[in-house]
């Protein structure tokens, strides 16, 4: 079975710019993560789907990020305009059921300059 | 207050040493309680899992929730230098998903 991908592994860009992150979540998994850890804490929650709705996205920080699962398979994740303070390792999880197991992707690396 | 405290580390211990890492909590709402582990450039990987309090032992993993004191431990024995990674408390709560996490501790395990 594979397991949770995501795409870039790393991402550098300019401030002010558009960045889109993508997960593959494992195949059959209704329910799919966003997580962040921005450097020097820990990791934080930014929220959930089941298949193509939005359960809880009380993490988000704010308005410049898209969360978006069209079809309930891949998500995707908008960051615009991008600030240095987004820089971080943006990780998406996912799992069969309510309460089962979280995997974890690698993470996408994103570096604002 | 963060609602997960958890020592960073790093720890650094030599092989076949019993390593002990802890994190307590201040949300008395938490009732599921995780361990990670998360090598370098990898995603956390989920290594033991607690609902409430008690114990529960995995290998040469043993993981311990103590609700009333409002702190969980994650016991290694016998040590390995594969075990080097950094290890992650997580927990939640009854009717959210979401996981909480501690700040994770950095353990290096040294031949």
């Known amino acids: 079975e594979a397991g949770v991908t995501q795409f870039p592994s790393h991402s550098v860009i300019e401030k002010g710019q558009t960045v889109t992150l993508r997960c593959d979540p494992i195949?059959?998994?209704?329910?799919l993560y966003w997580y962040r850890r921005v450097m020097g804490k820990e990791i934080k929650f930014l929220l959930h789907?089941?298949?193509?709705?939005?359960?809880?996205e009380s993490g988000m920080p704010n308005n410049r990020f898209l969360a978006e699962r069209t079809g309930g398979t891949y998500s995707t994740l908008k960051v615009q305009p991008a600030e240095l303070e987004d820089s971080g390792v943006y990780f998406c999880?996912?799992?069969?059921?309510?309460?089962?197991?979280?995997?974890f992707g690698p993470g996408t690396r994103l570096t604002v300059l | 207050q963060k609602e997960v405290e958890q020592d960073p580390g790093p720890l650094s211990v030599p092989e076949g040493a019993i390593v002990s890492l802890n994190c307590t909590y201040s949300?008395?709402?938490?009732?599921?309680f995780m361990w990670y582990r998360q090598y370098s450039r990898k995603g956390p990987e989920l290594l033991m899992y607690?609902?409430?309090?008690g114990n529960r032992e995995d290998g040469r993993f043993t993981a311990q929730v103590d609700k009333s004191s409002k702190y969980i431990s994650l016991f290694i024995r016998d040590s390995q230098p594969s075990d080097s990674a950094t290890y992650l408390c997580?927990?939640?709560?009854?009717?959210?998903?979401?996981?909480?996490f501690g700040a994770g501790t950095r353990l290096a395990v040294h031949p």
């Open positions: 999880a996912s799992s069969r059921r309510d309460r089962d197991t979280q995997y």
């Open positions: 195949s059959g998994h209704d329910n």
């Open positions: 789907f089941v298949k193509e709705s939005k359960q809880d």
């Open positions: 949300n008395s709402a938490f009732q599921y």
């Open positions: 607690t609902y409430s309090s």
């Open positions: 997580a927990m939640s709560g009854r009717g959210y998903n979401k996981l909480i």
